[in-house]
């Protein structure tokens, strides 16, 4: 158990969340000042919204929240790098004791956050946020999400079960966190690489309050495949496997064509001893060039070593600031 009373950060990644933004700052600023009350953090705590490149008014709501509440700071980047580069960018510029991520959604509950924080004065330095029940999704995502958790765990990935990017981490283990230089981020699996003692909150997600999914099925199948080439290597294991059965198939195939040859009358000449085995063969090198593509891929974009975000500007009460 800490020793001291923490600070705590609240960290938001937002892209386009003019709609939902007033809600969210009464939901998280009720959270805060219910943890200053009781003593559970200090009056060090910060909440810091990361505007990822939004093209509404988001950017705009966030600076004057921030010059008027001393509690607030809003981060602006540079661009639009994505949900996963934001929340980073956000985790690395806190300095509080403990981390908190949400989604500006609301769909998690702040409220549960006051439950994060006892789990880490208990002795939790990373706090998983799992949702009980996906009532509010359709039963196609609701089926294709768990079925993705299923087959990550049989892929050989460490992801808890329901959980997103609504978790605590302390000091320590975001430090650790930070010595993961990898280009391609696919948070959930690398905090359960670090390690440290962890717990698991329960909660029911909630319907979205404003404004809609930044998840369309496009952007949750590539995220699903980042996660799965960021901590597998099973597809490329995969691949030998399937090179071993198309030479097996097709020798079978070849042993088929001999014997219509031989022992029948009704062969074509030519037609199936070049066409089957060239569509089989061609069919499974495609596929085998598409996986070793998207690893060569990550390689690339790794050993570049490019930045994965640049901040244009931070906002605090009564001064702005460009970086």
């Not at 329901?162 to 699996?189: I, Q, T």
């Not at 499974?284 to 891929?297: I, N």
């Amino acid at each position: 158990m800490p020793n001291r009373c923490p600070s705590l950060a609240i960290v938001v990644p937002c892209y386009n969340e003019q709609e939902v933004l007033p809600q969210t700052f009464v939901e998280l600023r009720k959270v805060l000042d219910k943890l200053l009350e009781g003593n559970k953090v200090n009056q060090s705590s910060r909440i810091y919204f990361v505007d990822d490149g939004s093209k509404d008014a988001t950017w705009s709501i966030l600076e004057e929240k921030a010059k008027q509440d001393e509690y607030v700071v809003g981060i602006k980047l540079s661009r639009n790098r994505g949900h996963q580069k934001a929340l980073y960018a956000g985790l690395c510029y806190t300095t509080e004791d403990i981390v908190v991520s949400i989604d500006a959604d609301l769909q998690d509950g702040p409220e549960n956050i006051e439950l994060m924080v006892d789990h880490y004065l208990n002795g939790s330095d990373v706090v998983y946020g799992v949702r009980s029940e996906r009532k509010t999704d359709t039963f196609f995502k609701r089926f294709t999400a768990e079925g993705y958790y299923h087959l990550m765990k049989k892929m050989g990935v460490d992801l808890v079960f329901n959980h997103a990017d609504f978790r605590l981490m302390s000091r320590r283990v975001l430090e650790a966190f930070k010595s993961y230089p990898e280009a391609n981020l696919f948070l959930r699996g690398i905090i359960r690489e670090v390690g440290f003692p962890s717990s698991i909150v329960e909660y029911e997600r909630k319907e979205r309050f404003a404004g809609e999914s930044k998840y369309p099925l496009k952007k949750m199948l590539s995220f699903a495949w980042e996660g799965i080439t960021s901590f597998s290597t099973v597809p490329l294991r995969a691949i030998t496997v399937l090179g071993f059965l198309s030479s097996f198939l097709s020798v079978l195939t070849l042993a088929w064509v001999l014997g219509i040859r031989v022992f029948t009358d009704e062969a074509m000449p030519g037609w199936a001893s070049i066409l089957l085995p060239l569509l089989f063969i061609g069919s499974v090198q495609l596929l085998c060039l598409g996986v070793l593509g998207e690893y060569l891929a990550k390689i690339y974009s790794e050993v570049k070593r490019r930045p994965k975000f640049h901040i244009q500007k931070v906002q605090r009460r009564c001064e702005g600031s460009s970086e």
